[in-house]
């Protein structure tokens, strides 16, 4: 596992899936003050095709349930409460249809620039909160050799006597050099030879 920084569209791409899922996820169904909070019932056979128009609905991909309840916790531990507020303001307005950015702007006493600078900022707050935990947890002795490191083993031979410390004095080599210089398996060949 390499470890790769953060930035801020990578969290703004998880804070919009985060948005995205909670969407997606079932509506609670509960008591209500009007109506019936039954399920619709099951028809029979001779009514039931066509009963009602039929609707596809998209669920929410696991792993994004998963990232979820992380997004939450990134915009939860921002300092101002403002800021907590306007980015999960921002997310559900981007991630649903209706409400135009724009006009989220002008309520929030901003034009589209403004929310746009002030929602990359708060992103990049975040990202290097992230980059800097990860800096953190990076030092312990026992993970630096594998989690932040690109590949451990050496591609070059250290020695000119090609190490060969480990052999016999009197060990032969695998490869015969009285051999022809040519050692590919050629099918052709081998049916000449019958």
Known sequence: MK????????VEERILEMAEALRLSPGVKGPREFGNAMPSPVRPADEGYGY????????????????????????????????????????????RKGMKIAAFAAENDMNDRMLRRSITKLCQHIANDLNRKAAIRLTVTDLQVSENQRDIASSTVTSESRVNHWRDKDAKPQIDPAQ??????DHRESRERQ
């Open 52 to 95: 009602s128009p039929a609707y596809y609905r998209k669920n929410a991909s696991a792993g994004a349930l998963s990232r979820m309840s992380e997004a939450w916790d990134w915009i939860n531990a921002l300092p101002e409460m403002t800021d907590r507020k306007l980015m999960y303001a921002w997310s559900f307005v981007k991630v």
């Open 180 to 185: 022809r210089s040519r050692r590919v398996l």
């Open 3 to 10: 470890f790769t920084d953060w930035t801020a569209k990578g």
